[in-house]
């Protein structure tokens, strides 16, 4: 029995929530005692492989076929329900991406196992694997357990681990997994990929993001947020209210709601911090926050705080930088 992590690939690389997703199936096999190993999927994925030998995971299943040279929910499907029946994994752990939401339900109906998704933690409790998953917006937390010996799909949420704890290791072998794949079989194809607008930004992968809310006051003043975030070299980011005020489009938008972030900073600017907020960017390594307000529940959670008029920070800020 072992842990098998399953790599997405991002631009011919690795997608940041399959490191996350390595770093919590490695946690999750030492607390266990199992192998960690990692999936590949792909043409040509051996550059990839070599990438994953320097970690600490016992081997490198690589399944390489034309077929699966582009992402399609039938092929993926087939090709990762092939090696499970195959290689019969303890458990199969992924990150929580559209992709992800996409093809892994299918090889859960196609192998009749359980996909427990969307977790944010996971614990042993008398050495059974304990899930943990939001419920209501982040209101609730419900503790799941999967019963029997058979192997249980997870998906794990943007930044429930970092993918800096990912351990090294060396020596990994590197293993080929034949499948049969039909051409036929594959009835979707891939378009372009998937964009709510031109211009619209990927923020989930952000190292610094500037992110605004109902403290703005008024559309007028985002210009000076936005003189903020090229000072910064960050992306824009806001709450709800500022995207159903229409000041700015839905996908700058975070929550969950919106998307879900990770950044090494998250610089929010008149957010309350409402939990609907808080659940789309609470994984942030740094959080700094500037509300009028002393009260305001995002303080709670920020590395640092400032109370006062952003106003009047921010053009200073900026200005400072720009210096």
């Known amino acids: 029995m072992s842990v098998f992590v399953v790599v997405e690939q991002s631009n011919s690389g690795v997608h940041r929530m399959s490191w996350e997703a390595l770093a919590g199936g490695q946690a999750l096999g030492r607390d266990l005692s199992l192998p960690v190993s990692v ?91 304990v899930l943990s998953k939001q419920l209501f917006s982040g209101k609730l937390v419900a503790d799941v357990s999967p019963n029997g010996d058979g192997p249980c799909i997870i998906s794990f949420q943007s930044a429930a681990f970092q993918e800096e704890d990912v351990t090294d290791g060396s020596g990994a072998s590197v293993r080929d997994i034949s499948i049969s794949l039909d051409e036929n079989t594959i009835r979707s194809r891939p378009e372009e990929p998937f964009q709510e607008a031109a211009g619209a930004v990927d923020l989930s992968s952000a190292e610094v993001i500037v992110s605004v809310g109902r403290g703005i006051g008024k559309e007028e003043n985002l210009p000076m947020v936005k003189d903020l975030v090229q000072a910064m070299g960050a992306e824009l980011a806001s709450s709800r209210p500022v995207v159903d005020a229409g000041w700015l489009e839905s996908y700058h938008q975070v929550g969950s709601s919106g998307q879900t972030v990770a950044p090494k900073l998250y610089f929010a600017l008149g957010i309350s911090g409402a939990i609907q907020h808080v659940v789309g960017m609470k994984g942030s390594k740094n959080i700094i926050a500037i509300n009028k307000d002393p009260e305001a529940p995002l303080f709670e959670l920020a590395d640092y705080g400032v109370v006062g008029d952003l106003l009047e920070i921010v053009p200073k800020l900026t200005e400072t930088l720009q210096g």
């Open 39 to 129: 999936v590949l999927m792909g043409e040509n994925v051996s550059a990839l492989a070599e990438s994953f030998q320097s970690k600490d995971v016992k081997e490198i299943l690589k399944v390489e076929t034309p077929l699966l040279s582009n992402y399609s929910a039938d092929g993926f499907s087939s090709a990762l329900a092939q090696v499970i029946e195959t290689e019969s994994p303890k458990y199969v752990i992924m990150g929580h991406t559209y992709m992800v939401r996409d093809f892994l339900p299918r090889v859960s109906a196609k192998l009749g196992l359980p996909f427990l998704a969307d977790n944010i933690a996971y614990g042993v409790e008398d050495g059974s694997l």
